[in-house]
């Protein structure tokens, strides 16, 4: 009889098989993850939401014709109704969604889910990968170079640099998926080492997440997020790049998916054969004369990088390994050295960066936890060889500093559990484990390790609709330094059209193993570590107000005003000494005061932002003399312009950057000084084609129309990059060239 039962009921379920959705993105035909599906039938609503694989499981009791309705980030909403009996009971039903191009992006950085970014409680500036290839940009400084609030500054040896609402970029945290970029060199990571080949986009939060993620993140953070591939089976990207400065370069990605497994590699080469004034316009590797042609402004560099990443989910799991490899040379070569011009000296400068590590998620009912395991490696060598510029043999010079290692190690760990009690209350508490040592005869005692081990606790509060409160709080055990507890308090108000922003933050940083133990001495440098330096405290308070407005879904305005205030006691720099090296120093007091103003306009053809900000410095000496004000402000604009000539075929685009005058002040025998570095602007512009569904995507375009090459400083600079009274700011007015080609096959389509 039980027999009897249960072949009865086993029919009974088969004749109504569990009917399944799959939703895809109906102009790439990714996968849309996270989306929510309400349906309604017989009085009843149900909810559903999209798993890692666009699915959506549908109820078995469901039998007869319903209607529903999906919404997800960046989509427009799609309605209908399905009848399960037309359905396949093997096959997904799928649904396509439409893109939504006047929707707001969404960020991920520092926020429980998925969040549009004009609802997220910090200000965050997105850069979509689709600027990043109207552009041209290669790496993180090409794309940098176009935003407000951000200068950039160049040493040949020691690559681009950044600073951010006029701090540093010691003070700016860089993080890819989540995880800290090592290697800073003078303080800095060399922007031009990030490439942005895999980067799917780039969230710029302004302000401090020093809560989050501690040291580093005073006056802001960068997270570049790496794409990750969503297309059923195989796909394949070719990329090659050319630009007329010698610039040439070669990326590829390749990615496998089949059920819940998904393999995916990157990489490419990028040679650049160095640049001079004097160089012809259209540069090709060549061999050249070893005579004063050697020389190169900006020196010749060859980069090699490779990713890998396996991902999988298991249920509400989801598991990630992956690693990264990052090798670069720079060649830099001397002139012809006198009496008799025979002889040169050849630096090269080899850098290795290794990631390696996993991502896990679990999603439960109403929380969710996730884990970062990462190792991440550091290394740069440097060779000088004496070369005879007649015979071209060379041997190792054995001359103080010529020959040098350093080593850099970091671990990291970092746990996060959100749990929403309810729709008020959302809770955050985290693990941040960092444990970094450092190798090499230039470090003190040869080797040197600090650790640093926080927990952090966050919470939002809405305690009505259109209020969010979200107070902070990081508790670190540094093992160099006494670390204090830093609070941290947002605050959001939101009503149709208006947001109003406010936020507050307590920072601290500890010398770096560089800025304490690290000598780095050549025929350009001269920079010693400093074991005396204190830990830099801070305070940085924010605010702003953003204005939107929708007209009839087909254009978009916004205009965002923000200010901010930083106070920073015990900044280090770098400061000179009587015999011309320099050497890490707390300067004392520093602040930094601005504010900036931003206007959006999208359509479905056109996007155009122009911003405008002006960040004020403090001058150290006008605490000394009433003949210095107490901040010196510097002006910025900047322009960013697209349009579609030909709808999903030609588009036309344009960048530009206005940097202002930069003043400082210095005080050489007991004299006050004025330095000043001249203004400058920086334009690009660029047409883009895309062919077969945009399976090719064709880029040509300028860069740097006003043939920018220095900037004239007058005065003393004070730091490490100053050369003959001028800085390197730009290599002249190129063009460029950017072909890449997209395939994808779905082994389960005919």
Known sequence: MRVILAFILLNAFSAFPQLSVQLVNSKSNDLVIGAKMRLYFQEIEELHLSDQEGLIYLSESIKNEFKFEITAIGFDTLRGSIDPNKQSSTTPLQLALTPNRLFDAVVVTAQYEPTIVNNAIQKVTIIAREQIEQSGAVNLKDILTYQTGIRLSQDNILGSSMSLGGLSGQNVKILIDGIPVIGRQDGNIDLSQINLSNIERIEIIEGPLSVNFGTNALAGTINLITKKEKRKGISFSLNPYYESIGNFNITGTIGLKIKKHNLAFSGGRNFFDGWSDADDFFQFPKSRLADTNRFKTWKPKEQYFLEGRYTTSLNKSIVSPFFRHFNEVILNRSLPIPPYNQIGLDDYYHTKRTDIGAHFKRDFNKSKFTTLLAFNQFERIKNTYIKDLTTLNQSLSEALGAQDTALFTLVNVRSVFVHQFNKKITLEGGI????????????????????????????????????????????????????????????????????????????????????????????????????????????????????????????????????????????????????????????????????????????????????????????????????????????????????????????????YKYNGVLKSYSLIDDEIRENKQQDYSILDASISMEFLNRKILFTAGAKNILNVKTVRVIGTTGGVHSSGGNLNAARGTSVFLSVKYQFNHDFNKK
């Open 432 to 655: 941040d484990l960092n444990y970094e040592k450092a190798f090499g005869k230039r470090i003190e005692g040869l080797e040197k390790d600090q650790g640093d081990y926080a927990a952090y606790l966050t919470t939002e509060w809405k305690p009505f609709k259109n209020i969010q409160i979200k107070p902070g709080l990081r508790y670190a055990y540094n093992t160099n330094y006494k670390a204090p507890l830093t609070p941290s308090l947002n605050i959001l108000y939101k009503t149709k059209n208006l947001r109003f922003r406010g936020a507050f933050a307590r920072g601290f940083r500890a010398p770096t193993l560089k800025e304490l133990y690290f000598d780095f001495v050549d025929i350009n440098h001269n920079i010693q570590g400093n074991t005396a330096l204190k830990s830099e405290y801070s305070y940085n308070y924010s605010g702003g107000i953003t204005w939107l407005k929708n007209v009839d879904n087909n254009q978009l305005l916004q205009l965002d005003y923000s200010v901010f205030y930083n106070d920073i006691e015990n900044l280090i720099t770098l400061g000179a000494l009587p015999d011309g090296s320099f050497t890490y120093i707390n300067l004392g007091e520093f602040k930094s005061i601005g504010n900036q103003v931003k206007f959006n306009y999208k359509s479905k053809r056109q996007t155009t932002t122009i911003a405008a900000s002006y960040i004020g410095r403090h001058n150290q000496l006008s605490s000394e003399t009433i003949a210095i004000a107490p901040f010196t402000f510097s002006p910025e604009m900047s322009v960013n312009f697209s349009y579609s000539v030909i709808k999903d075929f030609l588009k036309i685009n344009a960048f």
